[in-house]
């Protein structure tokens, strides 16, 4: 399935805190400022009019406020437990000071500050369930549907801007409603829900698709006023055109005449507009002025009308355009010729312009780079190579470090960056060699090898020496009874449907999997002695195997549940403190067989019991 492992749709990074010390934070939803008209940042612009000092008198904010005095800087979430205990608070974050308050999802290391999530459900304009949703939808011919859950610790992160968005949406007579995908897990099912947080579109009761815009106030009311306005825009003025090419991200305008008689071409443009209605960045205008088109007809983008031009208005260092005199189309649609300009030949994958290459159904060469160092060298190779091949692949580069489980899923398992691999339709590996220097010969010699066959794909799973092997140095380590799970053999342990299996899905040649390894060998000893025989226990190295098909991940390491009697995605994450106690409770709270630990410390053999309760009583004396 053409770009399953990058889901990111919904699962590129919010930015804020690091991922260190957690296990399974990260991914999703996304930050203010897709589009040039919002990029300035005005927040109080977006919010319906809620002033900051209105969205602080919410009773759920000044539950969770901090107070200048009470707080306390930090760069990751772990530097919060201390301050958590003594405030009586529940699982603190590291975040932005002003997340709460505005939904800002990216800021400076030195202004983050520890505070409590916020609570599950808190914005929305109704919940809705399987039985509701015909009622709702009927009265409601448009609604955003947001998926989320109370399991799932990320979808907090998002409750501001789902908040502020409410009233302006309402407003707007687009609705934002609220699914609880834990409770609503066959109707979130049948909705093509796996990764959450996710945001539909619903018109007409008609599932309209994933919204893949970012998840922040200003661009889900954006996004409501362009599904409000009329699909094609129609302009009067040359001023009208000039404003309009450069207001969007991308900007399309078509320029026929009535007095052209391309009636049959001016219907495809419509069409291909309301084929790309729902995309968020993507808006469509016409000229039928002749006057307006002899205007232009000087520029260099503009041969003679009946023309489309396409204006693509990432940043304002990043302007470029196409255009086309719509009787030089030749065998190409005019949909087609669009769809293949909406973005850049070589541009960064987000969620805004994934449905684009997932449309095109061809091979993607990813680059994965480390944004802070200087990637104009391997760019502009990269970008040669593009305009040699385009139309047979797409390019597009990451963020190596946000994007780490994508990069090691396509078998780049080193931390050496840049990287590049191929991401194909059929899930086969083909990662660039690291020993091999990324210029634009040996990425010409990469793709040209991919497309003659040339070269061979790497192992989609580990051999069976390999998993022996694994399976020894465990047992030697003290994990006796943990089962090494390969792509082979996934889905026959994984989706038993008499066992609840917890799996660890790793790298084993990353050194975070190294630290995180002696709480899990800890974890899998005490299910062990205290012999809870329903749950099985696994690990799924990604290094050696390639990501199953079914599921997506957020970040490594990260450890997921199939329980029994839900072996269906969205799957369960654990989102907690990489600990054993932690896992251990969570464990028992989402296994389908339900089980009973001795004691409130499970992850404490007797005599370690013994000596803790002891350190307890002395405490407690000092006290």
Same mark, same amino acid.
């Given at each position: 399935?053409?770009?399953?492992?990058?889901?990111?749709?919904?699962?590129?990074?919010?930015?804020?805190?690091?991922?260190?010390?957690?296990?399974?934070? +990260?991914?999703?939803?996304?930050?203010?400022?897709?589009?040039?008209?919002?990029?300035?940042?005005?927040?109080?612009?977006?919010?319906?009019?809620?002033?900051?000092?209105?969205?602080?008198?919410?009773?759920?904010?000044?539950?969770?406020?901090?107070?200048?005095?009470?707080?306390?800087?930090?760069?990751?979430?772990?530097?919060?437990?201390?301050?958590?205990?003594?405030?009586?608070?529940?699982?603190?974050?590291?975040?932005?000071?002003?997340?709460?308050?505005?939904?800002?999802?990216?800021?400076?290391?030195?202004?983050?500050?520890?505070?409590?999530?916020?609570?599950?459900?808190?914005?929305?304009?109704?919940?809705?369930?399987?039985?509701?949703?015909?009622?709702?939808?009927?009265?409601?011919?448009?609604?955003?549907?947001?998926?989320?859950? #109370?399991?799932?610790?990320?979808?907090?992160?998002?409750?501001?801007?789902?908040?502020?968005?409410?009233?302006?949406?309402?407003?707007?007579?687009?609705?934002?409603?609220?699914?609880?995908?834990?409770?609503?897990?066959?109707?979130?099912?049948?909705?093509?829900?796996?990764?959450?947080?996710?945001?539909?579109?619903?018109?007409?009761?008609?599932?309209?698709?994933?919204?893949? +815009?970012?998840?922040?106030?200003?661009?889900?009311?954006?996004?409501?006023?362009?599904?409000?306005?009329?699909?094609?825009?129609?302009?009067?003025?040359?001023?009208?055109?000039?404003?309009?090419?450069?207001?969007?991200?991308?900007?399309?305008?078509?320029?026929?005449?009535?007095?052209?008689?391309?009636?049959?071409?001016?219907?495809?443009?419509?069409?291909?507009?309301?084929?790309?209605?729902?995309?968020?960045?993507?808006?469509?205008?016409?000229?039928?002025?002749?006057?307006?088109?002899?205007?232009?007809?000087?520029?260099?983008?503009?041969?003679?009308?009946?023309?489309?031009?396409?204006?693509?208005?990432?940043?304002?260092?990043?302007?470029?355009?196409?255009?086309?005199?719509?009787?030089?189309?030749?065998?190409?649609?005019?949909?087609?010729?669009?769809?293949?300009?909406?973005?850049?030949?070589?541009?960064?994958?987000?969620?805004?312009?994934?449905?684009?290459?997932?449309?095109?159904?061809?091979?993607?060469?990813?680059?994965?780079?480390?944004?802070?160092?200087?990637?104009?060298?391997?760019?502009?190779?990269?970008?040669?190579?593009?305009?040699?091949?385009?139309?047979?692949?797409?390019?597009?580069?990451?963020?190596?470090?946000?994007?780490?489980? #994508?990069?090691?899923?396509?078998?780049?398992?080193?931390?050496?960056?840049?990287?590049?691999?191929?991401?194909?339709?059929?899930?086969?590996?083909?990662? @660039?060699?690291?020993?091999?220097?990324?210029?634009?010969?040996?990425?010409?010699?990469?793709?040209?090898?991919?497309?003659?066959?040339?070269?061979?794909?790497?192992?989609?799973?580990?051999?069976?020496?390999?998993?022996?092997?694994?399976?020894?140095?465990?047992?030697?380590?003290?994990?006796?009874?943990?089962?090494?799970?390969?792509?082979?053999?996934?889905?026959?342990?994984?989706?038993?449907?008499?066992?609840?299996?917890?799996?660890?899905?790793?790298?084993?040649?990353?050194?975070?999997?190294?630290?995180?390894?002696?709480?899990?060998?800890?974890?899998?000893? #005490?299910?062990?002695?205290?012999?809870?025989?329903?749950?099985?226990?696994?690990?799924?190295?990604?290094?050696?195997?390639?990501?199953?098909?079914?599921?997506?991940?957020?970040?490594?390491?990260?450890?997921?549940?199939?329980?029994?009697?839900?072996?269906?995605?969205?799957?369960?994450?654990?989102?907690?403190?990489?600990?054993?106690?932690?896992?251990?409770?969570?464990?028992?709270?989402?296994?389908?067989?339900? @089980?009973?630990?001795?004691?409130?410390?499970?992850?404490?053999?007797?005599?370690?019991?013994?000596?803790?309760?002891?350190?307890?009583?002395?405490?407690?004396?000092?006290?």
């Amino acid at each position: 399935k053409l770009l399953a492992v990058l889901c990111l749709a919904c699962c590129l990074a919010a930015g804020g805190s690091s991922n260190e010390g957690r296990v399974g934070r +990260g991914g999703g939803g996304g930050r203010p400022g897709e589009d040039s008209a919002s990029a300035a940042g005005d927040m109080d612009g977006f919010l319906g009019g809620l002033s900051r000092e209105d969205r602080l008198k919410d009773p759920l904010v000044q539950r969770i406020k901090v107070s200048r005095e009470d707080e306390e800087q930090c760069s990751r979430d772990m530097d919060c437990d201390d301050w958590c205990k003594e405030r009586s608070r529940e699982g603190c974050i590291c975040r932005c000071k002003g997340f709460l308050e505005d939904a800002v999802y990216g800021c400076k290391a030195e202004n983050m500050v520890c505070q409590e999530p916020p609570y599950p459900f808190w914005g929305g304009s109704f919940n809705m369930t399987a039985k509701t949703f015909k009622s709702k939808c009927k009265k409601h011919p448009i609604m955003l549907v947001a998926f989320t859950a #109370r399991s799932c610790r990320h979808c907090v992160d998002f409750e501001p801007a789902y908040k502020w968005a409410t009233p302006q949406l309402d407003e707007l007579g687009i609705p934002l409603a609220r699914v609880d995908v834990d409770v609503e897990k066959d109707f979130s099912r049948d909705m093509g829900i796996s990764t959450m947080p996710a945001v539909k579109v619903v018109e007409n009761c008609k599932d309209k698709g994933l919204y893949k +815009g970012y998840h922040s106030p200003s661009a889900f009311v954006s996004y409501a006023n362009k599904l409000l306005a009329n699909t094609v825009t129609t302009l009067t003025s040359v001023e009208e055109v000039q404003d309009f090419s450069i207001k969007h991200n991308v900007s399309v305008i078509s320029f026929f005449s009535k007095a052209d008689g391309y009636e049959d071409e001016e219907e495809e443009f419509r069409e291909a507009a309301e084929s790309l209605r729902f995309s968020n960045n993507v808006y469509f205008a016409t000229v039928k002025a002749k006057a307006i088109s002899s205007h232009f007809e000087g520029e260099k983008w503009f041969k003679k009308a009946p023309a489309i031009v396409v204006f693509r208005n990432f940043d304002l260092h990043d302007r470029d355009l196409d255009s086309v005199v719509v009787t030089e189309l030749a065998d190409m649609s005019v949909q087609e010729w669009i769809s293949k300009r909406t973005v850049r030949l070589v541009d960064e994958v987000t969620g805004t312009n994934f449905a684009y290459y997932e449309s095109l159904r061809i091979p993607m060469l990813l680059l994965f780079v480390n944004k802070t160092a200087d990637n104009s060298a391997v760019l502009k190779d990269f970008k040669a190579v593009a305009r040699f091949y385009q139309g047979k692949v797409s390019f597009g580069y990451l963020d190596g470090r946000l994007h780490a489980t #994508r990069k090691i899923a396509l078998g780049l398992t080193d931390d050496l960056l840049p990287a590049m691999a191929f991401n194909t339709l059929t899930g086969a590996l083909y990662p @660039f060699p690291s020993w091999k220097k990324l210029d634009q010969r040996n990425i010409k010699e990469h793709v040209e090898g991919f497309l003659t066959g040339r070269l061979q794909p790497s192992q989609a799973s580990a051999t069976d020496e390999e998993v022996k092997a694994a399976q020894q140095q465990a047992e030697k380590d003290g994990a006796v009874g943990l089962i090494e799970i390969t792509r082979k053999n996934f889905n026959q342990i994984c989706m038993d449907e008499f066992f609840d299996v917890m799996v660890l899905f790793y790298s084993a040649s990353a050194q975070v999997t190294r630290d995180f390894w002696p709480y899990w060998k800890k974890t899998v000893e #005490r299910f062990r002695a205290l012999k809870i025989d329903t749950l099985k226990i696994g690990r799924y190295d990604l290094s050696r195997n390639q990501l199953p098909d079914s599921l997506e991940l957020d970040s490594l390491p990260s450890i997921v549940m199939f329980p029994a009697r839900d072996k269906s995605p969205p799957h369960k994450m654990f989102h907690g403190k990489a600990k054993v106690r932690p896992i251990m409770l969570w464990a028992q709270e989402v296994a389908s067989i339900k @089980f009973e630990f001795p004691n409130d410390t499970p992850h404490l053999d007797d005599e370690q019991r013994k000596a803790y309760l002891v350190q307890i009583k002395e405490r407690d004396e000092r006290v």
